[in-house]
């Protein structure tokens, strides 16, 4: 492996930052998995603000249904593994109809997967609210990081 220096560091560092700040800002609102912020920040942290939006908003779209299907099957019917099976395989006719790409379809599917199947004490509609909160968190801070801080692309020569 070989050291790039300078870039390797600031690159290291912008991770770590918005790492942190997702977490703090989902701890500021008292969320209760705030590490879910954190999480999504560094799916979506990208080079580019194009690119961090276009996976963005695959990432919050896919978050909304899972959430919304997970809270309905949650309330209705309670997280057994039929049920899950059922909602996962209606997010994809969703997705279809909507006409979204598979990345949408994964990430409401793994949403519907914490909220449904997580063993969890409150009612399905506030865990499926906090996990949404939790996404859009994580988002709008790998966002902002783009726009302010915007990664230079890096050559295999480790040069900007």
Known sequence: MTWMGWPVLVHS??????AIASMLVAQLFGLPEAYWAAVTTLVITQSSLGAAFAVSWQRFVGTVLGAVVGAIAASQFG?????????VFILGLVRALVRLDLTAYRFGAV??????????TGPGWQIAFDRFAEVSI????ALILAWVWPEKEVTASGKS
């Open 138 to 141: 994580g988002i709008g801070v």
């Open 111 to 120: 949403t519907l997967a914490i909220v449904l199947l997580v063993p969890r």
């Open 79 to 87: 997280p057994h593994l039929l049920v899950f099976g059922t909602c």
């Open 13 to 18: 560092a912008r991770t770590a930052v918005v």
